[in-house]
């Protein structure tokens, strides 16, 4: 994409593998569109990562999200896995979240294709299901009530906050950051 902004935290930026490597195990992404009055819809799914795309499914029936990608194919996909909140200084506004990020720039089409709908079914519950399941496994009866959607990845980047040793943390380590601080 021409234009890209740069991200603003370069110290926490992921290599594009280690991205990729979290983008597929993550559990849960938010879609984000924009409607034809300008304001953005942003929906959580489940999805999965399939010859270089991300895959999510929703209702057949054509509701906002549908009408958003009909209209403009640009799209942004994010997903996050939160670890634990650790204080880095003296004051209780001197604390921070381990975390990992992964936010994608592509555009999105529908998937009519049978073939790959239950392609990215299979992977969906290989994805997602217990594994003690005892039920039909491949077998989709309402395939036809969903649309499939595929976002082709333009843009990616992935940043993270990593859990500090705990002689890297405060008390240990005194990062306050909170300016004009006196106590």
Request: glycine residues 6%.
């Amino acid at each position: 994409m021409s234009g890209s902004p740069q991200v603003r935290r370069a110290d926490k930026l992921m290599t594009e593998e280690r991205a990729r490597e979290t983008l597929e195990r993550g559990f849960c992404g938010r879609l984000a569109t924009v409607g034809e009055d300008g304001w953005p819809y942003c929906v959580p799914l489940l999805y999965v990562c399939m010859d270089g795309e991300i895959f999510v499914h929703n209702t057949r029936a054509k509701g906002h999200l549908r009408a958003n990608v009909d209209r403009e194919p640009r799209v942004c996909f994010e997903i996050d896995e939160a670890g634990e909140v650790f204080a880095y200084g003296r004051f209780e506004c001197d604390s921070t979240v381990e975390y990992r990020s992964v936010i994608v720039f592509g555009r999105i089409r529908v998937v009519e294709d049978l073939a790959t709908r239950q392609r990215f079914f299979d992977a969906l519950m290989a994805k997602y299901a217990r594994k003690d399941w005892e039920r039909p496994k491949g077998f989709y009866p309402r395939i036809d009530q969903i649309t499939l959607y595929a976002i082709a990845v333009e843009r990616m980047s992935g940043k993270e906050t990593p859990l500090p040793a705990v002689s890297q943390r405060w008390p240990a380590v005194d990062h306050t950051k909170s300016p004009n601080a006196r106590v």
